[in-house]
């Protein structure tokens, strides 16, 4: 299973950014699909995650009203809109494929990151 993220950059604080995901290889349709981030000097962290239907989705609360996850499975391709980005956001974000229960802590493919940064 090949992930390759973009759409990353630069953007001002309550600006919005949209990062993509396409997957490839070995890729099944029944993965669910996350993402991840992690920003300078801290640990790797939760965002949001889908499962392979689009019917059910979840987020860390940091995000919670201010970022949406979608994917489009005809595409084979991951979303995730982000919106009244704060500083805070900024990180290296990563997607990830994996089964739902293990997708929002340990999954098993990743892609590599996409740099997004957010000034004030």
């Known amino acids: 299973v090949q992930l390759h993220a973009y759409g990353g950059g630069s953007v001002q604080a309550g600006g919005s950014l949209r990062l993509s995901c396409a997957a490839s290889?070995?890729?099944?349709?029944?993965?669910?699909l996350g993402w991840f981030r992690q920003a300078p000097g801290k640990e790797r962290e939760f965002v949001a995650a889908?499962?392979?239907?689009?019917?059910?989705?979840s987020y860390a609360d940091s995000v919670k009203g201010r970022f949406t996850i979608s994917r489009d499975n005809d595409e084979n391709t991951l979303y995730l809109q982000m919106s009244s980005l704060k500083p805070e956001d900024t990180a290296v974000y990563y997607c990830a494929a994996s089964n739902w229960q293990r997708i929002s802590t340990t999954p098993n493919y990743w892609g590599q990151g996409t740099l997004v940064t957010v000034s004030s």
């Open positions: 290889g070995r890729f099944s349709h029944t993965y669910a």
């Open positions: 889908i499962s392979w239907s689009g019917g059910s989705t």
